[in-house]
């Protein structure tokens, strides 16, 4: 990736990459990502640094409440590590991606979507993607129109 570096602390590697920057803390000779992107604003809301409203909650994901509704319901799922896009996701990242939807799946059952609703990956610039951590629009309780802006 563009712009990556790397510095080392005993027991500690501190990568950036981008406006990004992840810790990896060293645990009997193995490096753990923490997932902690310090100016991801999802990755504060996953660590809890910045509030949000809990829809949904497992080891790999979170949902919330989207700060603008487009719907009476619309709510993001996010992964728990930092990913920038749909775009920058790698074959290591395919159980995670069916784990994603099936997340979408229960937010929408425990919504009571019943009557239907959309699943939404906005990804990079021409996709209206403004948060650079990938994420899922789950918008639903209103007909929503087709094809869309
Ligand atoms: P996108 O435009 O697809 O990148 O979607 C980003 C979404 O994040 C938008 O729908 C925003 O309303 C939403 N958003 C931005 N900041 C927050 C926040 N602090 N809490 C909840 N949702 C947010
Ligand atoms: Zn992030």
């Avoid at 027991?11 to 990896?24: A, D, M, N």
């Avoid at 609703?117 to 929503?144: F, P, S, W």
Wanted: glycine share 10%; aromatic share 6%; hydrophobic share 40%.
């Amino acid at each position: 990736m563009e712009g990556e570096s790397e510095a080392s602390l005993p027991g500690l590697k501190i990568q950036t990459w981008g406006t990004h920057c992840c810790v990896l803390i060293r645990l009997g000779g193995r490096s753990e990502y923490t997932g902690l992107a310090m100016s991801c604003l999802f990755c504060k809301i996953v660590d809890g640094s910045v509030p949000s409203t809990a829809i949904y909650s497992d080891e790999e994901c979170y949902a919330f409440a989207d700060i603008h509704p487009h719907a009476p319901v619309h709510v993001l799922v996010v992964p728990r590590r930092h990913i920038d896009s749909l775009a920058e996701v790698t074959t290591e990242d395919r159980p995670l991606l069916g784990h994603l939807l099936w997340a979408a799946h229960e937010v929408a059952r425990e919504q009571g979507l019943a009557n239907g609703y959309r699943v939404v990956i906005n990804t990079g610039a021409d996709g209206g993607q403004t948060v650079e951590h990938l994420h899922l629009h789950v918008l639903g309780k209103r007909a929503l129109h087709w094809p869309p802006g």
